[in-house]
RNA sequence: GGGAGAUUAGCUCAGCUGGUUCAGAGCAUCUGCCUUACCAGCAGAGGGUCACUGGUUCGAACCCAGUAUCUCCCACCA
């Protein structure tokens, strides 16, 4: 039976994902081991796969799968966010295409037509995550909208409610016009935009006569900086600042708003900066955050001129019903057209984005729902300060302390149906009543009057009756935010049931792997409510991942069209293949500039570990024979247990790409390179089963380190019956991952010099064109503590040595090389070219002696000798003999040329 | 405007407490090889004033100060 060449990736990759989900190896349930949990970002339902899940969800799955090596009972919980903006926004369009509008739709078909969506496109990101190999445990995938999460989301919210955490009042707040709702801070993205600076002539309006006079040379208008002309409409007041010696005449006069001939005053308030724009600002409180904390110190009238959908309402007088960006332009016009506008300038000005729909965000005046976060914020500041939960990088930790040092209160009613309702309950003029359901509202609303009047219960009976038809539920949902943060905890149902046996046996989970851009939105909050309602913080570490850019830095995005799509580069490269590209450019905590060769590279790494394979695989063993290969099994022995020191104690760091580079290494050269080639059988020759024995237990080892970053590659061979029959639960999902054994010190050093050895004599075949297959003697005088007797037959065979001979005098007509203080000499048929040895040696020996001479100086410098420590001077002093040594051979072999 | 981080080979990055693990790795490049595991490969080689300028020190890629460039986060200047 004959192999492929190359390793085949579509052959094995769903096999094995199939296999292993049936024999749930992803399933998690409580037991005595120790836990090891990871729970998922959970993707937008509607979502699909992209690099930045791509890179995260391979990390977790390398994470998750190690500790499932390790004996621990590993366990990743899955599922999906129900993302209420997007996934409304989404099925808003989806309908618009079929002709329906949303207004036209009641709130309980609009959800009808939105769970369909959700049925028929929620799974599809969970699915591309199995093509991945993400071994979550798919039993427990969960939904934040479902029955039990949202339950526990409301009962949070009447918790907080109740603490006098949540409120609700009339605020300035972010307003998506496209979106129609309100969002958070954290949801609105400032950009920079260039923009156009509009200059706006205000007419006076006339004034009192002693004003006239003393203004009689100053001009009968004042000019106005603004960026938003459609909103003068809704102006109230014009303000200068008190001290502004131009507008010292301006005081306690008026102005009219220009189009609409509005008489409006003028203010004073130091707020406004003299040096920026004309030192005049017009005040147009609806819109405008700082505006609105004006007029509410000078008693100022809010005029709202918008609607919801950003278009102007009747307020504005003018130009009704138009679009607010196209009133703009028309507004200049007729600004211009009726001689008020005086110039325009280009202008560049931060803008706020809708995260979701990428509106531009309106300040809007509204009622809203809000939860004050100062209380949270100091346990969950804590927890990152005292390092109970670590940040990856730390250099996160600044940021985090500066948000949580200055949290405002977090705006948590969306004007949206696709979510959970706010359980808020109005009722003719009561107060509302928070409560699960109208039922109990009602009850509550009873026990209110109970305080006032008692009431018979007949008169009970009727209130109920009444209260049933009249009540009224809040129309808003909450933001996503509401339900992912207590994710940690609902995912175990530790909302339902505080005290079940999952939630006790899995929480806190062990490491979050998410992106930095979330860190306030989620990570912040899940400590918050893991606080407020565990006593715990919901993780030990957060791993904050880079953004994947492509190769000239730009964030993928699917606007920019420089994303690859992930499921192809899986079809490509095998899904090994991809997950070694991603981590192979991705160092910890940085972002990573993604180029598809780096996919190249894991596909090309695959086939290496294939094709060692296929060599080991097509070995004939002879049981009579000798093992002759001790030195080198013993070498790969120390060796495998030095590399895996390194790989753990970058794994502890979180470095997952200088552990998989250690890993690479050791596969590529020390295992392919160096250890195969030292015990591979000369052609058609049979191995000794010792030899083979410990191949084969190298090999397993080797797939072990591997199966974390590619665990379909590894699983495949694991299989083959070359490693004996195995049973159908010894999978490498499940082999326990090595533990670092004895590392031989010196052996691990005399490699290093045989491997000089070996190089230099390639080197001189290569400078003198000598064929590989050309077998030349070998002479070593030796100055070392090396008994080369132990290496004779590894440098034979890797250099093509026939004859290894140890020698007490200089071999003359030979090329010669130095590796420590041991000379080699290679006796050369041809004649050596006398010249350009003497050349290589005398340039060698200028090296030393320079290198000598900045080594005497350091020793004979009195201050180093004082200063510096003992082993710094033990080893200049070690570097003097070594180099005194070598000057002495040099020149004795030039003497000798 | 405030803060954080970065700048090391063509590219992506290591470089812990200043001292031969101190200038490194992988990829790319160049030069030889079709050496029957692998051309998705093998064997070699070249490549860097460690952003710049000063300082501290016996000694600086590393510590300090300043400069430049870049990235990110936060912030209401119309």
Known sequence: MSISKTYNPRETEDRWYQYWLKKKFFRSVPDEREPYTIVIPPPNVTGVLHMGHMLNNTIQDVLIRRARMQGKNACWVPGTDHASIATEAKVVAMLKEQGIEKKDLS????????????????????????????????????FTMEEDLSDAV????????????????????????????????????????????????????????????????????????????????????????????????????????????REIPIIEDEYVDIEFGTGCLKVTPAHDLNDYELGLKHNLPVIDILNDDGTLNAEALILVGEDRFAARKKIALLLEESGHLERVDDYKSQIGFSERTDAVIEPKLSLQWFCRMDEMAKPALEYVLNGEVKLIPEKFINTYRHWMENVKDWCISRQLWWGQRIPAWYYQHEEPVIARTM???IEELISRSELRNSMSEVEKGVFRAQAAAEIRQDEDVVDT?????????????????????????????????????????????????????????????????????????????KSLGNSPDPIDLIQKYGADGVRVGMLLCSPAGNDLMFDESYCEQGR?????????????????????????????????DSRFNEALVQIENNYHQYRLSESLMEVYKLVWDDFCSWYLEMIKPAYQQPIDPETFSATLEFFERILKLLHPFMPFITEELWHDEIFGQRTEEDCCIVAAYPVSGAINEDLLKDFGAIKQVVSEIRNIRSSKQISPKEALTLHVKVGSVINYNDYNDVISKLANISEFTRVTDKVSGASSFLVGTDEFFIPMTSNIDVEAERERITKEVEYLKGFLKSVDAKLSNERFIQNAKPEIIENERKKKADAEAKILILEENLQSL
């Not at 919210?157 to 603490?163: C, D």
């Not at 935009?193 to 203004?215: C, F, H, M, R, W």
């Not at 935010?481 to 049931?497: A, N, Q, R, T």
């Not at 407020?532 to 995005?557: H, Q, W």
Request: with cysteine; hydrophobic share 40%; aromatic share 16%.
């Open 107 to 142: 709130r309980e078909k609009f959800m009808e037509y939105a769970w369909e969506w959700k049925e028929k496109y929620g799974g599809i990101i969970l699915k591309q995550l199995e093509t991945l190999g993400a071994s979550c445990d798919w039993d427990r995938t969960r």
């Open 154 to 261: 409301i009962d949070t919210f009447i918790h907080l409610y109740k603490k006098g955490w949540i409120y609700r009042g009339v605020r300035m707040v972010n307003w998506d016009p496209k979106g129609k709702t309100a969002v958070s801070d954290e949801e609105v993205i400032r950009k920079e935009v260039n923009q156009k600076l509009y200059y706006i002539k205000y007419y006076l309006a006339p004034g009192n006569e002693t004003d006239q006079a003393t203004s009689a040379n100053k001009l009968n208008y004042l000019i106005i900086a603004t960026t938003r002309p459609e909103t003068i409409m809704a102006d109230s007041a014009i303000c200068i600042n008190p001290n502004d010696e131009r507008y010292q005449h301006l005081k306690g006069r008026s102005v009219y708003i220009p189009l609409i001939k």
């Open 439 to 441: 039922e109990e509202a």
């Open 481 to 557: 935010w509401f339900s992912s943060w207590l994710w940690p905890i609902s995912v175990f149902d530790g909302f339902k049931d505080p005290d079940n046996k999952d939630i006790n046996y899995y929480y806190p989970t062990n490491d979050l792997v998410t992106a930095p851009e979330i860190l306030f939105f989620w990570v912040a909050r899940m400590i918050m409510a893991g606080h407020e309602f565990r006593g715990k913080a919901p993780f030990k570490n957060v791993y904050l991942t880079g953004i994947v850019r492509d190769k000239i830095g730009r964030k993928m995005s």
């Open 604 to 636: 090309n790494f695959a086939n290496k570990v294939w094709n060692a394979f296929r060599l080991v695989k097509g070995w004939e063993i002879d049981q009579s024979l000798e093992n002759s290969n001790s030195t080198a099994i013993n070498w790969f």
